[in-house]
């Protein structure tokens, strides 16, 4: 059975910082991980998608990685602003179903 | 393109009531939808999936006959939650998807719907 951590469960950082949201899986059979942003009672926005094949994905300030073999994907996002604050899900595909990571709640101050 | 909507956004209702929730695909065709919940801080649980046209695939624990699933169109699927209470408050998304039930699709998530029974 397929499970997903996130770590840290909590991050408050600086304004300015660089920092890295961690994604951990137990099954390396997936198809694609894709990394959201949750707003407090919001719905999810869809940051980055990496397919199997692929190692990362970029958008802006943002990269994502996937390292099949170790069961890891980061989030790295550079240059954090106030706006960045937000819960971070990962959530990997497999048999058809998404199945969500446990989130990071990043809280950035100005 | 692929943008999925939901209404009602927020809901409020009186204890034993039922409550649907709608979940349309604006711009493409959904041959499957995925209903999930998502408890206060927590993450999203996936409850069932519909493909149009025939019956809903529930996740183990999720009672089929309170949460009612109809997928009638390639547009359109609903969730209706049966005599509610307020263990069933919760923040209700879907997602959908143009492919049926493979693999390597991409879902498309709507805004989410509120529900809070008093």
């Known amino acids: 059975k397929q499970e997903v951590t996130q770590i840290p469960a909590a991050l408050s950082v600086p304004e300015g910082e660089n920092l890295v949201l961690n994604c951990s899986f137990t099954d390396s059979a997936i198809y694609n991980l894709q990394w959201f942003r949750q707003d407090p009672g919001k719905g999810l926005t869809s940051l980055l998608l990496i397919q199997s094949s692929q190692r990362e994905q970029t958008s802006g300030r943002l990269n994502a990685s996937l390292d099949k073999s170790s069961g890891r994907s980061t989030l790295y996002i550079a240059a954090s602003q106030p706006g960045d604050s937000a819960t971070y899900l990962c959530a990997l595909s497999g048999t058809y179903k998404y199945i969500f990571g446990t989130g990071t709640r990043l809280k950035v101050l100005a | 393109g692929a943008v999925v909507s939901q209404h009602p956004s927020r809901v409020i209702c009186k204890s034993g009531t039922s409550v649907k929730i709608e979940c349309r695909s604006l711009?493409?065709?959904?041959?499957?939808m995925f209903w999930y919940r998502q408890f206060p801080k927590q993450s999203l649980m996936l409850m069932a999936t519909?493909?149009?046209?025939?019956?809903?695939?529930?996740e183990q624990g999720v009672e089929k006959d309170k949460f009612l699933i109809n997928h009638a169109s390639l547009t359109l699927s609903t969730l209706t939650v049966t005599s509610a209470h307020p263990e069933d408050s919760s923040f209700y998304i879907c997602s959908a998807t143009n492919l049926r039930g493979t693999s390597q699709e991409t879902q498309y998530f709507g805004p989410g719907t509120r529900l809070l029974v008093l």
């Open positions: 519909s493909n149009e046209g025939s019956k809903a695939t529930y």
């Open positions: 711009d493409f065709q959904a041959t499957t």
